[in-house]
């Protein structure tokens, strides 16, 4: 290996390191230190921790021994702000019938039609400023982006809504979010965060009410009203799918536009145009932005060799297990490992993954498409759930 290919890849890794330390600096330390324990090991006041994406993915296949509403689980901070009908929700059938419901909304089809719809002007307008030798900020870009694309999904009205509005969107999924970093030892919330909470739920959830009534049955909220979910828990599947929608979508997007350019690969790239597949997998996991997932031990289990306990908690952390399979690199193939465990896995599994690939590689498209790019500043977001850029800035390289 030539000495600039590994000081491209130990300058991505550094990025990358930054954007964690900076986002949330308990997570970085959580993942230096388990690097250490092993596949799987019990931590104290932690409960299990998971690092091997063998392992990760047998827990999440294994809905009868872990679950998500229990104490560990990420549901279980869902069911505190909106009650036990969601705790409910998330281990039985009618999670199930609205994922069934919904799956035409997010097929390879339905994903590139979606972003079309809801996002392709303003990546032409982006590929217009670039050509003009204009600078663009791709982190911002995907934080508008991304709201525009999951209140077009919802049903949500888009007349009159600004950029801003978008912006204050997703800002306030960054609050809401940011306040479930505390909870690594346990996902308990105090009674201050509840409402704290519930305030910033409030904002995301503005003209949800209107829409449940009139959105048509192409949106999810459509599709609530039809199978007769009541408003409190179409507006709590909301909140979930804007956070989970925006938040991790745009941190994956803008990470791999600058792992592309960080680790020098945007040539492979455009030389073979046929890696832009590779380059999306690789950029989401190495990203991994949900670099952590939660679970409860419903009941005594073997995982790994070692006994879990009914009542005991297990953290996956899902960014070591990623990354175990190496660096960056769009000449990968697929690792059968991992299989997308960005996505989760088993029936959690994220219904908007090729929703996800299709705008990562939208974006790709759209700065790569008159020539390479260059990041010309960036800065990491601070005290966020999910690591991110607050800013990523570039511009057609001229060199």
Known sequence: MTSTKINDRTAAARHEARLLWTGNR????????????????????????????????????DHAAFGMAGEGGVGHLWSQLFGPEMAQFFGGARHAEVRTRARDLFTEDSARALVERSQGAHYRAMARRLAAGGTVDVADATRVLAGRLVADLLGLPGEG?????????????????GLAMGTTASTHLPAEVIGEARTIVADITVGVDEAYRTA??????????????????????????????????????????ALLHDTGQQG????????????????????????????????DVAVGGRDLRAGDRVLLLTYLADNGAGPFDVRR??????????????????LGAAVARTQVTRMLETLSSDGPYRVVSRRAARRVLVPTYASLRVRRDER
């Open 26 to 61: 308990g997570l970085y330390a959580l993942l230096q230190a388990a690097r250490q324990v092993g596949p799987i090991a019990r931590v104290p006041r932690l409960g299990w921790v998971v690092t091997d994406p063998v392992l990760a993915r047998r827990v999440l296949n």
């Open 216 to 257: 048509g049955p192409d949106t999810i909220l459509g599709r609530c009203r039809e199978m007769g979910l009541g408003l409190p828990l179409t507006r709590g599947l909301a909140t979930l799918l804007a956070i989970a929608g925006t938040e991790t979508g745009a941190s994956g997007t803008s990470r791999t536009v």
């Open 161 to 177: 809504r600004t950029d801003d509005s978008y912006r204050a969107v997703f800002a306030a999924g960054e609050r809401l979010a």
């Open 268 to 299: 492979l790239l455009r030389a073979d145009p046929s890696l832009m597949e590779n380059a999306v997998r690789e950029g989401l996991r190495v990203a991994t932005p949900a670099p952590v997932i939660g679970r409860h031990v419903a009941r």
């Open 333 to 350: 193939d697929y690792v059968p490992e991992t299989r997308q465990l960005w996505f989760g896995a088993g029936r959690h599994l994220c």
